[in-house]
């Protein structure tokens, strides 16, 4: 039997040590098709090296259009995608780059994104998606951002309710800082037509309070007056908080003796006189008010004196009646007056009036005669 005869064939085996850079690797046959080159094999390589917008710091609710940069780290000519997103994802888009050459870069704007993220920091990433690039690790960049919240708030006016004319008044208001940073801002605060003052206030510290106090005025203008405190801080998100109303009621006491009903300018001697008089609340809350009436004779000496009281509600009259009064003979002078205590109006108080008991003498005459004179000219 013939043996068989077998060869082995040794063939050494070839261990090639080539750079390990990102861009001279191992080469890929199919990229190379794809992205010829003269001479060499293509190395594509493209990376983020900038996240212009959105800036470190945003407010809340703002629109942006994102902004990156790209650049051709490689040596051929490519054309590829750019996406733009946050870590949320609650914004995404992508944006096409065409043939961007080595070493040139290219800024790309991305949709308008309306930043309606929690506050505090967030992130934001770039990345490109090239294929078959050669150095994945420029292929993509972060950015922190920090998500601003400005928002100011009135939480309470710290006013009376109700003050008495002529009252001085400290109007103060209740602020809080609902945002996550330290602002700047105005505060104001309006009474009526009459009040107005305007604060440069630095806030509190987010989530804190502070009591902003304004100038003093007098309460001169009796009535009901809407209130209002507002603040004014540029891109406020919450402007349902950023004022508060209210009413300040100015209390005046003020009564007065409008008219003195009896006695009459002539009464007979030894009459019966019951003296009376009206009186008026010109004030704005009700009030009881004690009226007193005096009598004096031609030599002042009073012959008469008595008092009483009334009630009245704001704008309203009524007449106050005294005791019997003997009319002697005689001319006489009847005083009437009101009295009550914080009376803001002292000028209304008080009422006279003479009169005469009996029958007056009545005696009139031509004293002088005024026109013609003793000597006039002769008309033509």
């Known amino acids: 039997m013939r043996s068989k005869k077998f060869w082995l064939i040794l063939v050494p085996l070839l261990v090639l040590a080539l750079d390990n850079s990102p861009r001279y690797g191992l080469v890929n046959l199919d990229v190379n098709k794809k992205y010829p080159k003269n001479g060499m094999d293509a190395n594509p390589d493209v990376g983020v090296i900038s996240i212009v917008l959105p800036l470190d710091t945003v407010d809340s609710n703002v629109v942006v259009a994102p902004k990156a940069i790209v650049k051709n780290f490689g040596d051929t000519t490519v054309s590829f995608p750019v996406i733009f997103r946050d870590n949320s994802y609650s914004f995404y888009d992508v944006k096409q780059v065409s043939n961007l050459a080595p070493e040139d870069t290219f800024a790309i704007s991305f949709n308008q994104w309306r930043i309606r993220l929690p506050r505090g920091v967030f992130a934001v990433k770039c990345s490109t998606a090239l294929d078959n690039d050669v150095d994945n690790s420029n292929d993509a960049l972060e950015k922190s951002i920090f998500c601003r919240v400005k928002d100011i708030g009135v939480l309470e006016l710290c006013l009376p309710d109700t003050v008495d004319s002529g009252t001085i008044v400290t109007p103060c208001a209740r602020i809080k800082n609902f945002g996550n940073t330290q602002e700047t801002f105005f505060a104001v605060f309006k009474i009526g037509t009459f009040y107005s003052c305007t604060l440069e206030v630095l806030s509190p510290m987010p989530e804190e309070e502070d009591t902003l106090t304004f100038a003093s005025f007098a309460a001169n203008i009796r009535g009901m007056h809407p209130v209002l405190c507002t603040t004014a801080l540029a891109g406020d998100v919450n402007p349902n908080n950023n004022f508060l109303a209210g009413n300040l009621a100015v209390r005046s006491n003020d009564f007065g003796v409008t008219a003195i009903l009896a006695p009459a300018q002539i009464i007979p001697q030894g009459s ?109």
């Open 272 to 380: 019966q006189v019951i003296p009376k008089v009206l009186v008026t609340n010109f004030g704005t809350a009700p009030a009881t008010c004690g009226v007193f009436f005096i009598i004096t004779d031609s030599s002042s000496v009073i012959v008469f004196r008595d008092s009483n009281s009334i009630t009245l509600e704001p704008a309203m009259s009524d007449s106050v009646s005294f005791t019997v009064w003997n009319a002697f003979a005689g001319p006489y002078l009847a005083t009437s007056y009101t009295k009550l205590p914080g009376d803001v109006n002292p000028h209304n108080d008080t009422l006279t009036l003479y009169f005469f008991a009996g029958t007056p003498n009545r005696d009139v005459g031509v004293t002088n005669i005024i026109a013609p004179t003793d000597t006039i000219q002769r008309s033509s």
